[in-house]
Structures are given as structure tokens and as C-alpha cells.
């Protein structure tokens, strides 16, 4: 069954980095585009970051936009999140999530999420 | 990104029905819906407007008029207590927008 197992979350003070994997399992990796939504602390989902299931075509929130970078790797059916000059507001819990085929605008699955921390 | 909008909560009756609006723009296409329950990963509940995945309850159905969404659950059950948000992709940014949720109460 598809799933999708993120890590490298923590504390970091602010103005560090970070960078996010989710390792997938169960569906064609290469076929499918590859989200990073987050949640912070109380707060409602956010969209953060996508890949195209080519890797080339990339968006980003608005606010992340100079700062993280999201990328993929084919051989190890993974997908990160380099994140740089962290803020505040950028703690949460960031979930990485898959789309139901390439081209389609929906979230299907999701994994439980890696936590980051950002504090002084 | 231009937000939706959601009212913060809604309550029903168990074997009651109720629906959560979701107001955009016309920038914003493909809506989804999606249930947060706590300690669990976000599950898609409806996609492009209307289509509900092949494990979600009947009870959940999905409609648009204009640039409101709407995401109706019938015969409430307490195990629909959740947040729903929904979310879509704006023209204008390339990008998905989340509406800011809504707290259902199963009272």
C-alpha cells in the first residue's frame, strides 16, 4: 500500500536549516507530483511546496518563496525540502503528500508529518 | 495567495446534515475537501468539487455554485467530528490555496 514516511524535522534557531525527507513506498514515484503542506501549532493546513512528477516544474507558497527549496530523487522514491533562513513562522508540522495522478490538482495520501521546532 | 473561506464551526444532531461553504474567487479551480482528525495524517474526503474516493462514506457529498463550494455530510454520525478544510488551485500563482478550516461538532 502507498505510503509515505517523513523525517528530519527538530529545533532550530532561527536563521538555521533544515532539510525534510519523505521516503515513499507503493505507487510509481516517477509518475506522480509530490506536495509539502504544514500545520503550525493551532493554525489550519498550509500549502507550502510542489514537484512535478518530471521534477522541473516546482511552486511555492509565497512565503517560502527564495527560502526553500523542494526537490526529488527518482533512485530512492524520495522527496526533501531544504529549508534556509527559518523563521518563527515557519514551525509546524510538515506533511508531505502525494497527487492521485500526474496532472491532478487533489492530495490523495499523506503521511503523519515531521515536526519543526524553530526557537532562540 | 488569495485565501478561501470557511466559518470556523459547525454542529449537528447525530442523523442530521449539515454543510460547509468554502468561498473563493474565480482564480480558484479543482477544489478539494479534506478531514483532520487529531493525531492522524489529513485524509482527501472530495476532489474536483464533486468526486468522492471509493473508501469515503456516501454521506459526503461535494458541489459548487459560483465561487462557493460546499462540502454537505448527511445522516451525522459522531465519527465525523473532525476539521475539514478545503483547498484549490489558483490560476493566478501556479499554486494550492487551504481554506482555514472548519471544526465539525457532532453534538
Known amino acids: 500500500q502507498v505510503q509515505l514516511v517523513e523525517s528530519g524535522g527538530g529545533v532550530v534557531q532561527p536563521g538555521g536549516s533544515l532539510r525534510l525527507s519523505c521516503a515513499t513506498s507503493g505507487f510509481y514515484f516517477s509518475g506522480h507530483g509530490m506536495h509539502w503542506v504544514r500545520q503550525a501549532p493551532g493554525k489550519g493546513l498550509e500549502w507550502v511546496a510542489f514537484?512535478?512528477?518530471?521534477?522541473?516544474?516546482?511552486a511555492y507558497t509565497d512565503s517560502v518563496k527564495g527560502r526553500f527549496t523542494i526537490s526529488r530523487d527518482t533512485s530512492k522514491n524520495t522527496v526533501y525540502l531544504e529549508m534556509n533562513s527559518l523563521k518563527f513562522e515557519d514551525a509546524g508540522l510538515y506533511h508531505c503528500a502525494k497527487d492521485s495522478s500526474a496532472g491532478s490538482y487533489e492530495l490523495r495520501s499523506w503521511g503523519q508529518g515531521t515536526l519543526v521546532t524553530v526557537s532562540s | 495567495q488569495s485565501a478561501l473561506t470557511q466559518p470556523a464551526s459547525v454542529s449537528g444532531s447525530p442523523g442530521q446534515s449539515i454543510t460547509i461553504s468554502c468561498t473563493g474567487t474565480s482564480d480558484h479551480a479543482y477544489v478539494s475537501w479534506y478531514r483532520l482528525r487529531p493525531g492522524q495524517a489529513p485524509q482527501l474526503v472530495i476532489h474536483d468539487v464533486s468526486n468522492r474516493p471509493s473508501e469515503i462514506s456516501n454521506r459526503l457529498s461535494g458541489s459548487k455554485s459560483g465561487n462557493t463550494a460546499s462540502l454537505t455530510i448527511s445522516g451525522l454520525q459522531t465519527e465525523d467530528e473532525a476539521h475539514y478544510y478545503c483547498c484549490s488551485f489558483a490560476r493566478s500563482s501556479s499554486g494550492w490555496v487551504f481554506g482555514g478550516g472548519t471544526m465539525l461538532t457532532v453534538l
Open positions: 514537484a512535478h512528477y518530471n521534477g522541473e516544474n516546482k
